[in-house]
C-alpha cells in the first residue's frame, strides 16, 4: 500500500495508491483506491491510519500567511467557505491553539521533541512561523507514527522555512535517517529586487529507519558526454567506452593472481573481477586489448547496456505549470503531476539497506 499525503496544513489529501486498508473502526469501510479525506489531518492521521502502514509519504505545506487559498475552500455553488478560509490561515498565527498544541508537545510528547520545540519558542518567539512549526512537529509526529520500518517521507518546502523544519525532522525521524535534500528549480529566472532571484523550492527527504525502499531513476545521457565518453565504435556501430579492470590496492585472494600473464599485484593493484568472470567477459567481446605490448586490457561498456545517469538532488527537468496547462487547477501551491509521478516511482518492493 502506498499512500501520498500531499497537503499538510489545516487540512488533509490522503490517496491510497495500492490496495485496501482495513481500518481499525468497525463502523468506517476499508480504505480504498484513491480515498479523500476532508478535514482536519491531525485528527484523521490519530484516528484512521494504523501504525506502520504507510509506504511512502509526500507533503506540501505552504507558508505564506498573505497568500489567498480561497480556491481550496470554495463551495459546490462557487462561492467561498469564509469560515473554512479563515480556520486555514489561523494555521500561521500564534493563537490558543497553537499554545494549546505547543504544551502538548512539550508535556506529553517524546523528551527530543519537547526539548527541540521549547529550544525554537526560545529562539523564535510566539510567532507566525513559530506557529507553522509547532502546527507540523504534532504532524510529523504522527506521520512518523504510520510511516513502515521501509517508508520514506519527502516534505516540500521553500527557503522561507526549510531550515527550522530540517531541525524538527532530525529530531522525530533522527539526523542518521535523512536522505537528501532536493532542489527543485520551480521557476524560470527572474529579476528580484537587492538579492539572487528566489527560483527553487526545497524537498527533505527522510527515511523511518536505514532499511527502505528505493528504485534508483537514470536520465538520458547528453550528447556532449556521449561524444567525449562513448568514442569507440564497434563494426556493428554498437558504440562503447572504456573502463579499468582493476582496482586501487593489492589482494591475496582470486582477484590478486596473475591473469594471461599480467600480474596487477606488482603494479600495486587488484582485478576488479575474478579471473573467472574475466574470461567470460573476454568471450563476449567485452574486453578491449590495446595494441601495444605493455598496455592494460580494458572493460568495453556499451551504451546500449548502460541505465544512463543516475538522477541528482538537483532537478531542473520539470517544469513549473504553465498559465494554460490543462493540469492547471488554480490553487496557488499546486505541484505538476510529473514532480509527483518521479517522487512515488522511488520506492520499489526490494528491500534495500543504506551502506
Not at 526545497?202 to 528505493?214: D, Q
Request: hydrophobic share 35%; aromatic share 10%; proline share 6%.
Amino acid at each position: 500500500m502506498k499512500i501520498v499525503v500531499r497537503r499538510i496544513t489545516a487540512w488533509l489529501q490522503v490517496r491510497i495508491l495500492l490496495g485496501p486498508l482495513i481500518s481499525p473502526f468497525s463502523d468506517m469501510p476499508p480504505i480504498t483506491t484513491n480515498t479523500l479525506f476532508y478535514g482536519d489531518n491531525l485528527d484523521i492521521l490519530r484516528e484512521y491510519l494504523d501504525a506502520e502502514s504507510v509506504d511512502l509519504i509526500y507533503l506540501d505545506p505552504p507558508f505564506n500567511s498573505n497568500r489567498s487559498y480561497s480556491v481550496l475552500f470554495r463551495e459546490e455553488s462557487g462561492e467561498e467557505s469564509q469560515a473554512q478560509i479563515t480556520a486555514f490561515e489561523d494555521t500561521w498565527h500564534w493563537n490558543a491553539t497553537a499554545e494549546q498544541t505547543y504544551k502538548d508537545l512539550v508535556t506529553l510528547g517524546d523528551e527530543r521533541v519537547s526539548s527541540v520545540m521549547g529550544a525554537l519558542r526560545q529562539s523564535i518567539g510566539t510567532n507566525q512561523m513559530m506557529a507553522y512549526l509547532v502546527m507540523m512537529a504534532a504532524r510529523l509526529v504522527e506521520l512518523h507514527r504510520v510511516l513502515k520500518p521501509t517508508g520514506s517521507l519527502y516534505l516540500h518546502c521553500d527557503p522561507t522555512a526549510s531550515h527550522y523544519l530540517k531541525i524538527v525532522l532530525d529530531t522525530i525521524f533522527e539526523p542518521t535517517n535523512f536522505l537528501s535534500e532536493i532542489i527543485w528549480k520551480r521557476t524560470s529566472a527572474h529579476s528580484s529586487a537587492n538579492r539572487p532571484g528566489p527560483v527553487h523550492d526545497v524537498i527533505l527527504l527522510y527515511t523511518k529507519s536505514g532499511k527502505y525502499t528505493w528504485n534508483a531513476i537514470y536520465q538520458p545521457y547528453t550528447d556532449d558526454y556521449l561524444k567525449v565518453t562513448y568514442n569507440n565504435v564497434d563494426p556493428d556501430r554498437r558504440r562503447w567506452k572504456s573502463s579499468d579492470l582493476t582496482g586501487a590496492g593489492i589482494r591475496h585472494g582470486e582477484t590478486g593472481k596473475i591473469w594471461r600473464n599480467l600480474d596487477v599485484t606488482a603494479k600495486g593493484r587488484h582485478w576488479a573481477f575474478l579471473p573467472s568472470d574475466l574470461e567470460k567477459l573476454d568471450a563476449q567481446g567485452k574486453i578491449h586489448w590495446p595494441t601495444k605490448a605493455s598496455g592494460m586490457p580494458r572493460l568495453k561498456q556499451y551504451l546500449e547496456e548502460m541505465p544512463g545517469v543516475p538522477l541528482q538532488d538537483i532537478w531542473t527537468d520539470i517544469d513549473p505549470i504553465g498559465a494554460q496547462a490543462a493540469e492547471r487547477l488554480g490553487y496557488p501551491t499546486q505541484k505538476p503531476v510529473a514532480l509527483l509521478e518521479r517522487i512515488t516511482s522511488y520506492p520499489t518492493l526490494t528491500d534495500k539497506r543504506r551502506p
